[in-house]
């Protein structure tokens, strides 16, 4: 049985940890439950601008030399391409160029798969790993190890939830009291959500902290068990470093897409990614990687000679390592990728309850501390803009990105950097806004009418600018960007309505209060 | 609140770092498993160091707990290191 004081200091802990991570754990399970699309973001970003050829597809080596051609490629580095899949219909090609110290390593390309076109940079179309990148590191490089902080603290925030409502855990598994006090239906909210959503969040919560802290432990392991020889860590762990000796040969006839179309027909193979390394040498290594079908966590990694066909490294579901095979599972549990378009569907559901159980543990406190009056109205009003900013400030800063994502030129320099800014400027707005506002209801409503009216008005753009396009590419079986405009329709509208009816109800709120004296 | 944070961090990381340690020296399994199983549960023995801490009535009985636990296992460790 656990004490009234346990649980109280418990509490207090969970609620003024909630508080302060909010803002950053709002983003993350929002740029989370959008980035479970992300590939389809992607297709309706880049589809509508190009019209990819008919006919036969070119054969791998011949891809890789048309990625090449005209580029300083460093061919003792690596030259990497994701192959093309039933909704997208192109390769992404990675090269590693000669460079100076602090100049770009490498370059990318769109390349049609058919006539070999190079179409554009890989960048250029940044918005889903742009929302991606926020989800697991906020667009830079020590932020993983905040994220990974986060999560800390959103793990704590669960295991602290259960033992807070352990007694009512399976009674009020249901409960939510909408004919009773704001508050009531608050802490229900919150509750409900909690409960429902558990497995999936516990499950989010370690997968995220081993994502994103698992450095801690890799060191501990790498010093103490190992004695300093991290190589034999990551050997015990299955991640074997393929590192051909250049020999300064040429290759003679190397069988590229003979290797490939061997391993890429095997049952239940589906390959996804191709690397080349010491791409022209004797030393040459074709490494192909992909999922197995009908498995999860399964994954297989060849890479072969291509001088001698000698398969040097093979991690498939016959030789695999039992850490790779647990964390590939850990990792497929995280992204949801190991089912169809539907459990994905579920995972977004989930993250946006997540979402919205946030928001609701942040009133929570705000509305506690102004019963108790034990707070400033200063530190209130500070609680108010944070939660507003963190949340439809994302949200609107997010569908700002995405109209931007479809009207700037697809060749403007620098284009990913416009994405950025707009983003964070649409973040500062929002704060501005939320602390000029003192009712923190008809705040969120407007916020969230805004990223409505945008959401609307994207749709229409692509309407009247790309309707042909879209519906061509329908007809041609690729249907993402037609659902992904259908998404962001039915999305739009969806938070059109939440801002009308919060709008609704405060304004009965502000009748009633008028009526009183009178 | 802050300061059985601090505790809660700290002496949470470094306690799951050394029991998870001496449950890899324990544990009667292949490498693969033992390295997998360390990295499951680390995790989770940090959380439960931090309710800990967190409900701990000052910042002081918080790191005293910590310090405390971390002698035992942290010992342990320097065994398991001699041998």
Redesign the interface.
Known sequence: MLSKVFLKRITDAHSWLGLIISGLLFTIFFCGSIAIYRAEITQWAVQPHYNFSEGNALPLSEIIKKAIEGQHFDAKEHLSLILPTEQKPYYSAYIDVVHEVGEKDYVSFIIDPVSGEKLNHVEQFFLADFIYKLHYDLNFKAGSYIIGFVTLFFFFALISGILIHAKKLIASFFKYRTDQTKRSKLLDMHNVIGVMTLPFTLMYAISGLIFNLVIIYQIAFALVLYKGDQQALLDDAGYVAIKPVWKDKPWQDPAIDKVFNEISTRENYQASFVRMYNYGDESAIMHISGTMAQQIGGRFDIATELTTLNETVVNDPINSNVVRKGLQVVANLHFGNYAGYDLRLLYFVMGIGVCVLIVAGNLLWIDKKARQRVSSSRAIKIANAYTLTSTAGVILATIVAFILERVLPIDLNDRHLVLIYSFIGSLIMSAIYAAMIDNIKCCLANLLKASGFIGLALVLYDGIFYFNKIITLAYDSLTTALWTDGSILLLSLFSLHISRSLKFREQQKIELTQAVPS | ?WG??FA??IGG?FLS?SI??NL?QILPV????R??V???I???I???V??WC???ESTKQAWLRCLGLLAVSGSI?AVF?VI
């Open positions: 609140m059985k944070s809660a961090i990381c770092v998870m340690l890899n292949e490498i693969g498993i390295l997998l360390g990295l499951l680390s995790f989770p940090w959380v439960a931090m309710v967190y409900a701990s460790n290191m």
